[in-house]
């Protein structure tokens, strides 16, 4: 599994919301420059979260980005997902059912499986509160 510079931003823009946001709107231009990311990049990021439900957006003035959930109901996996989709470690198992024509003959797919679920059940169990605290 790599994570992309998407998902690692993801994780930043949630985080900077935590840490910066207070609960009110900040505008995505303080964010990407607090972060040193392009705001054009951001701008296709937080639209992935705010499809996702992780975020919420106002336009306008005094709009902008805020999240709708306390830092410790954000996982890492579900603000990763909503820009990886998956975290399969390998391609047969990106999809629910594994359509892999070698699949009766694999005799690595069940070490492929534990892994999957083992990074996912890490993921899920690490919060952005978690980050923030530096117990992770």
Do not use: H
């Not at 510079?5 to 231009?29: F, Q, W």
């Not at 603000?79 to 024509?101: G, Q, W, Y």
């Amino acid at each position: 599994m790599m994570v992309s510079t998407k998902g690692r931003y993801a994780l930043r823009i949630v985080m900077d919301l935590a840490e910066n946001g207070g609960g009110g709107y900040l505008p995505l231009s303080e964010i990407a420059r607090r972060q040193k990311i392009s705001e054009k990049y951001l701008e296709s990021i937080v639209a992935l979260l705010n499809k996702e439900g992780l975020v919420d957006a106002l336009r306008g003035k005094g709009g902008g980005y805020r999240l709708n959930k306390a830092p410790e109901e954000y996982t890492v996996a579900e603000i990763v997902r909503a820009t990886e989709k998956s975290f399969a470690p390998v391609t047969c198992l990106e999809s629910e059912t594994n359509s892999c024509d070698r699949l009766a003959d694999c005799k690595t797919i069940r070490m492929w499986e534990e892994l999957y679920r083992r990074i996912d059940d890490y993921l899920s169990s690490v919060t952005i509160a978690d980050l923030l605290n530096g117990d992770i």
